[in-house]
């Protein structure tokens, strides 16, 4: 791999509404401490050594705003490009995906909604994939007991088992691929979904997609910092987190 494709490109689907935060801006677009979600979630993957370009994929009808808004804030001289995100999580990674030059050989995909995850964990996903690993996502080990059940919502659910919690991991982002790994897996959706494969269970993060088809997925050591912020508790959380680094001049 040549020094330039050894350098990441980072793709972030910020197209979505987010209605679990309630009515009002998209979530990528919601403050934290004064600033826009995504605008962390931009300056984290700017952190590292390892990413030269991010890529973010807007809403159709807000393209000019979020450039104006990353224009505003300081992204430590990276380059940033914005694009008009799909209907779906997966067009929108897909869109962003196709901004990306063709020589860069890596590349990472981070939900906005994960502002605060720390430039370490960003590092570790990027060189896992230069030292030859398909597809690598961060993920930490489960504090709670889990329970698979049969689906009834709104009334009591049957238990049908209980997974060994020391083999279950929660998945953060970024994810990191080797691009052509990246862009087969999002061409063979494509072309399922073209096909009328409507009935596929849905994935819902690209690692996802490289288990569907066969492909290999490794994890490496993810950051309780590095959650998502998807209710209106976990802002709260979000913002104790970031002025606490505030604090300690770590952000």
Known sequence: MNASAAVAAAVVPAAGRGERLGPGAPKALR?????????????????????????????????????ALLDGHGLDGKDFRVVAGGATRQESVRLGLAAI?????????HDAARPLVPVEVVDAVAAAVR???????????????????????GRPEPVLDTPERATLRAVQ?????????LVEVHAKALAEEAAGG??????????GLVERYG????????HEEAFKVTRPLDLVLAEAVLARRRAADDY
Do not use: C, M, W, Y
Not at 38 to 61: E, I, T
Not at 131 to 153: F, Q
Not at 215 to 222: F, I
């Open 101 to 109: 030059p063709e020589d860069v050989e890596i590349v990472l995909v």
């Open 198 to 207: 409507a009935d596929a269970v849905p994935v819902t993060d690209d690692a």
């Open 131 to 153: 030292a030859g690993a398909p597809a690598v996502v961060p993920a930490v080990p489960l504090a709670d007991t889990v329970k698979r059940v049969e689906p009834n919502p």
């Open 215 to 222: 492909g290999t997925v490794v994890v490496v050591p993810g």
């Open 31 to 67: 403050e934290l401490g004064g600033v826009p979600l995504l605008v962390h979630a931009v300056r984290a993957l700017a952190r590292s050594r390892a990413v030269g370009l991010v890529v973010v994929a807007a809403p159709a009808d807000g393209v000019a705003e979020v450039v």
């Open 173 to 181: 982002t970024p994810q990191g691929f080797d691009r052509a790994t």
